[in-house]
């Protein structure tokens, strides 16, 4: 083979495939034609390299069919165009689908933390078995608000942080058993009304709410998410309708693993507060208003963001790229 001759005689073909590769728009009689002229350039490179192995014009033909076959496959997702995708559309549109779950173990939670503060503080015997008078009163005057000042501020953030947002992935990871959310929502509860009662028992009722409400607002509310989270995928698994069971879990996984990576964010927000803000000496409506607006900046994000993604078509599910075609099933 004569490397020149067959360069000379197809280098305006090789030229031509270098144009329509670099177009921005193709009709689509072009498409036909790069589809062509790629095939042809590819048995050409496979002749010059048999021919004659590695040459210059070897590489360049190369370089003109990575660029042609970049335009007719597409390259992978940008991870640029994928992190706005994810927090304004997939993180938002799974927490939206959470909602009414959220509300009803908000409720739950709420209910039992409040009959185990009535049962507790309304009783001096059970109260008394929670500890002496003295230490009760040690408890509520100096433990109860010492935890929130002991350590710096940014260590106890960080450590209030890491711990919420273990407990909140592990909410959506043994969601599937169905008991481990109701456990979590359950003991925290338990400890929330035993800590209420102790401090209403003994006349310190007013601490109690000043230094819980600044960050429990969104802290809990973070959790009923997780634990909300967890329960749907318990039910992808229970009631998979059409799907296998197998497919059901599949999607419920990845849309509320989606959530579980959004409340690590939430969680920062509510151990920032829990580590700047409870701690300080400021007046008490300070605080909490300002734990009242990191739960506002959440619930928007949730509810108005959230309706927004779901409306748009946003699932919280990956693409149909990203996770392959899905077995149709009628219904």
């Not at 020149?4 to 005689?9: E, F, K, Q, V």
């Not at 590819?42 to 048999?50: G, H, R, Y």
């Not at 608000?145 to 711990?163: K, M, S």
């Not at 006349?203 to 109690?208: K, P």
Request: charged letters at 15%; glycine letters at 10%.
């Amino acid at each position: 083979m004569d490397l020149d001759a067959l360069t000379a005689a197809r280098e305006p073909e090789w030229a031509r495939l270098e144009q329509l590769s670099r177009a921005r728009a193709l009709s689509g009689a072009e498409v036909d034609e790069l589809v062509t002229r790629y095939r042809a350039a590819s048995a050409d490179l496979s002749e010059i390299k048999t021919a004659a192995g590695r040459t210059g014009v070897g590489d360049h033909v190369s370089t003109i069919l990575a660029r042609a076959r970049l335009a007719l496959t597409g390259s992978g997702t940008d991870t640029r165009g994928a992190l706005p995708r994810f927090f304004v559309g997939q993180l938002p549109a799974a927490l939206y689908r959470l909602r009414w779950t959220t509300l009803a173990v908000a409720v739950g939670f709420f209910v039992v933390a409040s009959l185990v503060a009535i049962w507790i503080s309304s009783d001096a015997q059970v109260l008394a078995s929670l500890g002496s008078k003295a230490d009760l009163e040690y408890y509520a005057q100096h433990q109860f608000t010492d935890y929130y000042r002991d350590n710096p501020a940014a260590v106890f953030a960080g450590t209030v942080w890491t711990n919420n947002a273990w407990i909140a992935v592990q909410c959506v990871l043994f969601g599937v058993t169905g008991v481990w959310p109701l456990y979590v929502v359950m003991q925290n509860a338990v400890g929330v009304g035993s800590a209420g009662a102790v401090m209403i028992g003994t006349g310190h009722a007013d601490v109690f709410w000043q230094f819980i409400a600044p960050h429990g607002m969104l802290e809990l509310t973070s959790v009923f998410v997780a634990a909300a989270a967890g329960l749907h995928v318990f039910w992808a698994w229970v009631a998979p309708g059409r799907r296998s069971r197998g497919e059901s879990l599949a999607v419920a996984g990845r849309s509320l693993v989606t959530v579980a990576i959004g409340l690590v964010f939430s969680l920062a927000l509510s151990g920032a507060v829990e580590g700047f803000v409870t701690p300080q000496h400021w007046p008490w409506p300070i605080k909490v208003l300002l734990g009242a607006f990191a739960l506002a900046i959440f619930l928007v994000y949730m509810l108005v963001v959230g309706r927004r993604a779901v409306r748009a078509g946003e699932t919280g599910d990956l693409a149909e790229s990203e996770t392959g075609t899905p077995r149709l099933v009628a219904g």
